[in-house]
């Protein structure tokens, strides 16, 4: 079984942990809103700060429920099963020094959930963080115009065949010849590429389905949320760190941060930190990484 591997952990500590070494700070919270496996979050308990951990994956919740047992029984830990979108309201006035957001999957989710996030595996196309919420990625495709799906394999997958894909798929649709798995689609994706670019250094399917990853778990929207909402429960001299593994969401990320800064923030990361050569030899998903950092002002 897959585990996965926290990234950037030491920038994470560097970052986040001086904003808890304030004297006003020694009794906040640090808001962990993408719980996954609690990696992140097991640093931050053994350093004694207490954590609000939440994840929209009602089993990644139930496993660091076991995983975190005492914590949670010692009330150093508090865990949710919600969307980042759902939390601004469940946090009445607790102080909150830190937040911290890991977008995206996980690796358990990739590999151990049965819910079609790998192109590689004969699972169901459901692709859903939370199976209870919204609709699965097959429905989404049976139902959505062409255009719809050019549309959405461009902007978030960043596929240039985009037009192709969405071709192939509203025609074996017509013919009720849909692959009902990943695997499948996968396929259909492959063959719906010029020869010459299915042999390329990534899956032909790649994009199409962080595309559709993204689409079907509302995870843009989610990013709204986190920086409309969340980060404004900051204290005063309380930091915020995001890391994206996608432009779009860095691209977000960045401009809101930079109007922050006429609002009461400070920007931490000048630029974007990445991971060390170090780190990605060891955990190619870290390849992607970027992390930014803001401060609210005292
Ligand atoms: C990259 S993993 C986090 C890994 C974690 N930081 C660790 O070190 O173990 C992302 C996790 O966040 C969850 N997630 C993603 N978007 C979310 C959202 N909008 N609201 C709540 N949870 C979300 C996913 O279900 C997944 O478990």
């Known amino acids: 079984m897959t585990v996965h591997e926290s990234v950037m952990v030491t920038e994470i500590l560097d970052t986040l942990l001086p904003a808890f070494g304030r004297d006003a700070h020694r009794e906040s919270w ?15 308990l053994k350093k004694g700060i ?8 009602p089993v990644a919740v139930s496993e660091a ?5 005492s914590e ?11 969307a980042i979108s759902d939390l601004s309201q469940k946090l009445g006035d607790i102080k909150i020094a830190g937040i911290l957001a890991d977008l995206g999957f996980s690796s358990d989710q990739l590999e151990n959930r049965g819910r079609g996030f790998s192109f590689l595996k004969d699972e169901p196309l459901d692709m859903r963080m939370d199976p209870e919420s919204g609709v699965s990625a097959l429905e989404f495709l049976m139902e959505a115009r062409e255009e719809e799906l050019t ?6 997958g960043e596929e240039r065949f985009s037009r192709r894909i969405a071709r192939s798929i509203v025609e074996k649709r017509k013919f009720d010849e ?4 990943a695997a499948g689609l996968a396929h259909l994706i492959e063959r719906s590429v010029p020869p010459n670019a299915r042999h390329g250094r990534i899956h032909a399917a790649t994009r199409t389905f962080q595309a559709l990853r993204i689409h079907i778990n509302g995870e843009m929207e989610q990013l709204d949320a986190l920086l409309d909402g969340v980060i404004l429960k900051l204290s005063p001299g309380g930091r915020a760190g995001i890391i994206s593994f996608h432009s779009l969401e860095d691209r977000k990320v960045k401009h809101k941060f930079r109007k922050f800064s006429d609002q009461g923030f400070t920007i931490i990361t000048k630029k974007p930190l990445e991971a060390s050569d170090n780190e990605v030899k060891q955990n190619p998903r870290a390849r992607s990484a970027k992390y930014r950092v803001i401060e609210k002002d005292e």
């Open 30 to 44: 640090l808001l962990d809103c993408t719980l996954g496996g609690g990696g992140h979050t097991s640093y931050f």
């Open 50 to 57: 207490k954590v609000f951990g939440i994840d929209r994956d």
């Open 65 to 69: 429920k076991k995983r975190f047992s």
């Open 72 to 82: 949670i029984a010692s009330g150093q830990l508090r865990v949710e099963n919600l």
């Open 151 to 156: 549309d959405l394999i461009f902007t978030l």
């Open 178 to 181: 849909f692959p009902k798995t």
